[in-house]
C-alpha cells in the first residue's frame, strides 16, 4: 500500500460541468504529479506540481488546472467537462523533484455523460 | 509514433510458462519504471531501473541503456499475475507511458 489516495473513487458529471477531484501525497512527498488514462491507453501527462507551484505541463487545455496545498495534497480541476475527458485519473507522488520512484493512487474513475 | 512501445500488446500464457514483455524507448532518459494495473485501475511500481537488472521474487527487470531498450521477465507464472503491465519512462520531470501489454495466465 503506497499512501497516495484519491478522492472520489468514481464520479459521474455532465457535459459542462465542472470537477474537482482530489489528491494526498505519500507522507513526506512534495511532489504531484496528474495523469489521465482513457479506456485501453498509457496514462498520459496532465502536470506536475511541486512544493505549490506548477513544474510542467501536458498537453492538455486550460480548462484542466490544478492546485497543491500547503500539505503537498493536490486537486486537479476540470471546467466545462467534455464527453473525452471520461478517463481514469491518477495522481503520483515522488519525495522530490529529483527523487525518479513514483508511488501511485488507486485513481478516480470520471465518466462525462 | 510513440515515444515508448511496447511489446506485446496482449500476451496469453498457460501456468508455470517464462513470460518476456519489452519496451523501447526513442529518447534520453534517466530512469524507467515498470507497472502493474489491475482490473479497477490503480497501480503498483514493480521496479524503477536506471541501469543493469533487477529481481523481485519470480519478477525480473532488465535494462540496456545504449539499445534504449528493457525487458520484464516473469517466471513461473500464474493466473494471479494477469494484469496490465506497463512501461513508463522518465523525461525531464513527467513519466511517459506505454500502452501497456494485456497479460492474461490460464491455469
Known amino acids: ?13 455532465t457535459r459542462g460541468q465542472q470537477v474537482t ?16 488514462q ?42 466545462a467537462l467534455e464527453l473525452d475527458d471520461s478517463a481514469l485519473y491518477l495522481c503520483a507522488s515522488s519525495l522530490d523533484l529529483w527523487n525518479t520512484e513514483a508511488f501511485f493512487g488507486q485513481g478516480t ?3 462525462v455523460v | 509514433k510513440n515515444e515508448v512501445e511496447q511489446s506485446p500488446q496482449n500476451l496469453t500464457a498457460q501456468e508455470g510458462e517464462f513470460i518476456t514483455i519489452n519496451c ?21 511500481s514493480l521496479f524503477m531501473l536506471s541501469s543493469g537488472k533487477k529481481k523481485h521474487g519470480r519478477l525480473i527487470a532488465t535494462i540496456n541503456i545504449q539499445e534504449k531498450h528493457s525487458s520484464l521477465h516473469i517466471t513461473a507464472s500464474h493466473p494471479r499475475d494477469s494484469a496490465v503491465y506497463i512501461c513508463a519512462v522518465l523525461y525531464g520531470n513527467k513519466l511517459v507511458f506505454g500502452a501497456g501489454t494485456i497479460l492474461r495466465v490460464k491455469s
Open chain 1, 1 to 13: 500500500e503506497t499512501g497516495v489516495t484519491q478522492s472520489p473513487t468514481h464520479l459521474i458529471k
Open chain 1, 21 to 36: 477531484l482530489r489528491c494526498s501525497s505519500q507522507s513526506g512527498h512534495n511532489t504531484v504529479s496528474w495523469y489521465q
Open chain 1, 38 to 79: 482513457a479506456l485501453g491507453q498509457g496514462p498520459q501527462f496532465i502536470f506536475q506540481y511541486y512544493r505549490e507551484e506548477e513544474n510542467g505541463r501536458g498537453n492538455f487545455p486550460p480548462r484542466f488546472s490544478g492546485l497543491q496545498f500547503p500539505n503537498y495534497s493536490s486537486e486537479l480541476n476540470v471546467n
Open chain 1, 109 to 111: 474513475r470520471l465518466t
Open chain 2, 24 to 44: 523501447s524507448y526513442s529518447v534520453g532518459i534517466s530512469a524507467l519504471h515498470w507497472l502493474q494495473q489491475h482490473p479497477g485501475g490503480g497501480i503498483v
